[in-house]
Every structure is written in C-alpha cells, then in structure tokens.
C-alpha cells in the first residue's frame, strides 16, 4: 500500500502563492503517474497537473501559466507550485499516485484558500 501524505496548503490572498507537497511511501520514479486533484464544494474533482514517468507534464487550462508541478525522486515527493492564486482555486488538493494501469492511491486533501 502507498501512503500519500500531503502538507502545505493554507490560506492566502489573491496574487499569493503556495507550495503543497505530497510525500509518497514508494518510489515514484517507477509510478506511471503522479497528480494534483482538486475539489471545490459543490463541484467534481477535477485534475489540475499531472507529471508522468518519463516528465512530461500537463495542467488544466485555468491553471496554465500559474501552476508547475515538480517531484523529487530521490525524496519520493511531488510539488505544486502555484502562483498568482485566484479566489476561484480555493478547493481541497489531492495528490494522487498512479502505480500502474489498475492501482492507485489518494492523499488525505489539503485545504487552500484564496481570499479576495
């Protein structure tokens, strides 16, 4: 089983910028995938980043430009960085490990807040 433990969400004001981290049990080096959900009350998960095995990367359009997700292999952790926040990305963030095709695993959510 992967643990997921993710840390540095909080609140800030619009135009701030946070840095959540999410640690991972396994290697992630070997993992098909490592992401950033988010959820705001009232609406679906959506994925805003992802980081593949081999570094691609992709982000959901509302987030281009502002987001950039990073990992560290040797630390087995994944960063979102994220600048320029809008009141519209305040959501609970969710790491997510894609292990291989049929095997997955979820972190507990961190809060972010942007005030306006």
């Known amino acids: 089983q992967v643990q997921l433990v993710e840390s540095g969400g909080g609140l800030v004001q619009a135009g701030g910028s946070l840095r959540p981290s999410c640690a991972a049990s396994g290697n992630i080096f070997s993992f098909n995938a490592m992401d950033w959900y988010r959820q705001a009350p009232g609406k679906q998960r959506e994925l805003v980043a992802r980081i593949i095995r081999g570094g691609s990367t992709n982000y959901a359009d509302s987030v281009k430009g502002r987001f950039t997700i990073s990992r560290d292999n040797a630390k087995s952790t994944v960063y979102l960085q994220m600048n320029s926040l809008k009141p519209e990305d305040t959501a609970v963030y969710y790491c997510?490990?894609?292990?291989?095709?049929?095997?997955?695993?979820w972190g507990q959510g961190t809060q972010v807040t942007v005030s306006a």
């Open positions: 997510h490990a894609e292990v291989n095709w049929v095997t997955n695993f």
